[in-house]
């Protein structure tokens, strides 16, 4: 899941949450999508002391990223609470997120 603040600078504050039930079984968590060019090695997340996995980004305004969870280094999960999904070329689909106020 995730949290957007719109910030009065223009950029979008959100808090990506790696959902209770995939943290349940995962020893690492990476967030990959447009905004780091699908680097599955750039964003990693963070473990928090009660076990969820979480990372904060700045985003533009305006905009959708498309985005999915690596965990573990293979298993591939979408957010649950996204704005949309859409097909990606590996026979699944991708998480995404608006950035449009509103």
Do not use: C
């Amino acid at each position: 899941m995730f949290k957007k603040r719109f910030l009065k600078k223009g950029a979008v504050k959100v808090d990506f949450i790696l959902p209770d039930a995939i943290a349940a079984d995962a020893d690492t968590a990476y967030l990959v999508g447009d905004f780091n060019d699908w680097d599955e090695k750039a964003t990693p997340m963070n473990q928090l002391k009660n076990g969820t996995f979480k990372i904060t980004l700045d985003l533009e305004p305006n905009r959708e990223y498309q985005f999915r969870y690596l965990v573990n280094g293979n298993q591939w999960h979408n957010d649950w609470d996204a704005d949309k999904y859409v097909p990606n070329p590996f026979s699944g689909d991708n998480s995404v997120i608006s950035t449009y106020p509103g």
